[in-house]
């Protein structure tokens, strides 16, 4: 599966799905999917995608993903939960 971004909506190419991001979630899903097979610790997230003068809790983060995860479908299972650290994408496509 590959996704194809442009401002803030993600195009799953494989079911040519138009999916409506809030910023904030389109903003998280292209760095997740920019580090594709990194595990990218919560203050990692908040760092990059919130920027260094965020001073919120970082299970905001769990709540983006959560959404992302319902948007994106059955494609939602690529953004994998790392215990103890925070969230990978990545494609295991068979």
Same mark, same amino acid.
């Given at each position: %599966?590959?996704?194809?971004? @442009? #401002?803030?909506?993600? +195009? @799953?190419?494989?079911? =040519?799905? /138009? &999916?409506?991001?809030?910023?904030?979630?389109?903003?998280?899903? #292209?760095?997740?999917?920019?580090?594709?097979? &990194?595990?990218? =610790?919560?203050? #990692? /997230?908040?760092?990059?995608?919130?920027?260094?003068?965020?001073?919120?809790? =970082?299970?905001?983060?769990? =709540?983006? /993903?959560?959404? &992302?995860?319902? $948007?994106?479908?059955?494609?939602?299972?690529? &953004?994998?939960? %790392?215990?103890?650290?925070?969230? $990978?994408?990545? +494609?295991?496509? $068979?």
């Amino acid at each position: %599966m590959s996704l194809v971004y @442009a #401002k803030r909506l993600f +195009v @799953a190419n494989s079911s =040519s799905k /138009i &999916i409506d991001l809030s910023l904030r979630e389109y903003e998280l899903l #292209k760095y997740l999917v920019d580090n594709e097979g &990194i595990a990218l =610790s919560r203050d #990692k /997230i908040l760092n990059n995608v919130w920027n260094y003068d965020y001073y919120g809790d =970082s299970r905001t983060i769990d =709540s983006h /993903i959560k959404k &992302i995860r319902h $948007k994106l479908g059955k494609k939602g299972k690529y &953004i994998h939960t %790392m215990r103890g650290v925070g969230y $990978k994408f990545e +494609v295991e496509e $068979k």
